[in-house]
T-cell receptor, first 121, second 110 residues
C-alpha cells in the first residue's frame, strides 16, 4: 500500500531556532500534500496545502512566514518551523493523495505520515 | 465544510461488533463519506469511504443512509488494536481537503 514517511519522528529544539520536517511519499507521486498540527487531546487542524511546483495555500490564522512549506518534487514536501517558540510544540502530521486515478482524484484516500513530535524548550 | 456529529466515546468488548454512528446532515451531493482512525501517537489511518452504496473492505463496512445524512462504520469483530479515535469526514468534489472533527474515542475491553 501507499506509504508516507515523515522525518524526524521527534525533535527537541531550543527557542528561536528553526526545525525542518520532511514528508515523503515512498511508492507514489503526489502533487498535493497536506500539513496538520495536533495539540494534546485535540483533533487535527489543517495548517496548509502544499502544491508541487507552486506556493502553498495556508489556512486562516496560520502564519506563512513562520511555517515555511516547500514542495520541490512529486514525492517530497518540507515544513520548516522558523524561530520556534514553546507554543509551537505540537504533533505535526503530513498527508498525501496519490496522483492519477483521475476519476477519483478528489475522493481517493489520504495517506498519512506517522507524525513528528516537536518540543521547543 | 459539512458539519458532523459523532459520539465523544464508545465502548466495546473484544470480538463483538461495533457500530460507530455519524450524522452529516449538511453533506453536499458530491461529497464522499470518509472514515479514518488514529491510534495514540500515530498519524491517521484510512479505514473506508463511500458515496451512496454500502461499502465493505477488509477493515470494516460502511452503511450509508438512503438520504446520506448519516452513516455507520461497522467493525465486525473488534480487537484490542481497534482502540482508536474514529473520524467521519465528508469530503470531495471541489472540497478535497479533509477537515477533522473531534471523532469518537473507541475503547475495546478484553
Amino acid at each position: 500500500g501507499a506509504v508516507v514517511s515523515q522525518h524526524p519522528s521527534w525533535v527537541i529544539c531550543k527557542s528561536g531556532t528553526s526545525v525542518k520536517i520532511e514528508c515523503r511519499s515512498l511508492d507514489f507521486q503526489a502533487t498535493t500534500m497536506f500539513w496538520y498540527r495536533q495539540f494534546p487531546k485535540q483533533s487535527l487542524m489543517l495548517m496548509a496545502t502544499s502544491n508541487e511546483g507552486s506556493k502553498a495555500t495556508y489556512e486562516q490564522g496560520v502564519e506563512k512566514d513562520k511555517f515555511l512549506i516547500n514542495h520541490a518534487s512529486l514525492t517530497l514536501s518540507t515544513l520548516t518551523v522558523t524561530s520556534a517558540h514553546p507554543e509551537d510544540s505540537s504533533f505535526y502530521i503530513c498527508s498525501a493523495r496519490e496522483l492519477g486515478r483521475a476519476a477519483l482524484r478528489y475522493n481517493s484516500p489520504l495517506h498519512f505520515g506517522n507524525g513528528t513530535r516537536l518540543t521547543v524548550t | 465544510d459539512a458539519k458532523t456529529t459523532q459520539p465523544n466515546s464508545m465502548e466495546s468488548n473484544e470480538e463483538e461488533p461495533v457500530h460507530l454512528p455519524c450524522n452529516h446532515s449538511t453533506i453536499s451531493g458530491t461529497d464522499y463519506i470518509h472514515w479514518y482512525r488514529q491510534l495514540p501517537s500515530q498519524g491517521p489511518e484510512y479505514v473506508i469511504h463511500g458515496l451512496t452504496s454500502n461499502v465493505n473492505n477488509r477493515m470494516a463496512s460502511l452503511a450509508i443512509a438512503e438520504d446520506r445524512k448519516s452513516s455507520t462504520l461497522i467493525l465486525h469483530r473488534a480487537t484490542l488494536r481497534d482502540a482508536a479515535v474514529y473520524y467521519c469526514i465528508p469530503s470531495g468534489g471541489s472540497n478535497y481537503k479533509l477537515t477533522f472533527g473531534k471523532g469518537t474515542l473507541l475503547t475495546v475491553n478484553p
